[in-house]
Nanobody, 123 residues
Framework: VQLVESGGGSVQAGGSLRLSCTASPYVFIHACMGWFRQAPGKEREGVAVIGLDGSTDYADSVKGRFVIYKDSAKNILFLQMNSLKPEDTAMYYC??????????????????WGQGTQVTVSS
């Protein structure tokens, strides 16, 4: 499974970024997809997940600020990040979960991972 992220960068607090993740059509048809992040010295955490039916789930720390959505026709997953805070600084990863009952934000439930894209938010 090949997942390729893009869109990371450096931004000031309060700014916005949109991350993108491209994958094969098979992934979009058969997998729940999610965004995770990992800051130095911290565990990788699930930020947002989108199910096969388009349902979404977010970490409390990003609710109301981040939006996950996908363009299945173009095979692109997005994470729109608004009102960014310095604590959002991390490497962000796109991931796919092919289990029958997917939708979890637990990193142990995901089988495919991208290489990550760095997001840095300065105060």
């Amino acid at each position: 499974v090949q997942l390729v992220e893009s869109g990371g960068g450096s931004v000031q607090a309060g700014g916005s970024l949109r991350l993108s993740c491209t994958a094969s059509p098979y992934v979009f048809i058969h997998a729940c997809m999610g965004w995770f992040r990992q800051a130095p010295g911290k565990e990788r955490e699930g930020v947002a997940v989108i199910g096969l039916d388009g349902s979404t789930d977010y970490a409390d720390s990003v609710k109301g600020r981040f939006v996950i959505y996908k363009d299945s026709a173009k095979n692109i997953l997005f994470l729109q990040m608004n009102s960014l805070k310095p604590e959002d600084t991390a490497m962000y990863y796109c991931a796919a979960d092919f289990r029958d009952f997917c939708g979890s934000r637990d990193r142990r439930d995901f089988q495919g991972w991208g290489q990550g894209t760095q997001v840095t938010v300065s105060s």
